[in-house]
């Protein structure tokens, strides 16, 4: 059970505009910057998001991060078949000691 | 960069140990803190805990009695040890600079 919640999957067609949700609490999400991340398979997460709504270099600009309260989305523009992938939120949870807690994931389908 | 090395198959009840060797920058001036991560096949993503080049620790709190990361400056690497492994311990362990940079990851498998 994942401390902050994702939906396990989305789906979209090529050019359509996809969005996913990460919940959390006011210990983790509420009080810390959101951090979302894209899996394809067989390697390593990337950072595509930092701070809520950053964009590291070479990230384009189709993909874009919010976040309000206790909830966070990322958002994907011109869907494209290569956004197929895992896409990870994460931030930190002072609940306890200070610790950096991912969602369960969500598996994007393009159609 | 990040490269993580270490065996890939250890025994049930012995301890897990890994290295991460850190290229392109100083461990100790980056002012980043160095994460371990892992990942079961099919599953999601799991923080294991961190460490500054400063020698202080977070680890998450389910595995916090088996774990240990330590850091060696001098060789501009950090390590993970966790002990007493068993089958769910078989895992794809990622090391991470900070939130932004991932080793492309190790397969370990705990088998007998």
């Known amino acids: 059970q994942s401390v902050l919640t994702q939906p396990p999957s989305a789906s979209g067609t090529p050019g359509q505009r996809v969005t996913i949700s990460c919940s959390g609490s006011?210990?983790?999400?509420?009080?810390?910057?959101v951090y979302w991340y894209q899996q394809l398979p067989g390697t390593a997460p990337k950072l595509l998001i930092y701070?809520?709504?950053g964009r590291p270099s070479g990230v384009p600009d189709r993909f874009s991060g919010s976040k309000s309260g206790t909830s966070a989305s990322l958002a994907i523009s011109g869907l494209r078949s290569e956004d197929e992938a895992d896409y990870y939120c994460?931030?930190?949870?002072?609940?306890?000691?200070?610790?950096?807690?991912f969602g369960g994931g969500t598996k994007l389908t393009v159609l | 960069q990040l490269q993580e090395s270490g065996p890939g198959l250890v025994k049930p009840s012995q301890t897990l140990s890994l290295n991460c060797t850190v290229s392109g920058g100083s461990i100790g001036s980056s002012g980043a803190h160095w994460n371990w991560i892992r990942q079961p096949a099919g599953k999601g993503l799991e923080w294991i805990g961190l460490?500054?080049?400063?020698?202080?620790?977070n680890y998450n709190s389910s595995l916090k009695s088996r774990v240990t990361i330590s850091v060696d400056t001098s060789k501009n690497q950090f390590s993970l040890k966790l002990t007493s492994v068993t089958a769910a311990d078989t895992a794809v362990y990622y090391c991470?600079?900070?939130?932004?940079?991932w080793g492309p990851g190790t397969t370990v498998i705990v088998s007998s």
């Open positions: 991470a600079r900070s939130q932004d940079v």
């Open positions: 006011d210990s983790n999400i509420g009080s810390n910057y």
């Open positions: 460490i500054y080049a400063s020698g202080s620790t």
């Open positions: 994460a931030t930190w949870d002072d609940s306890l000691s200070v610790q950096w807690v």
């Open positions: 701070r809520n709504d």
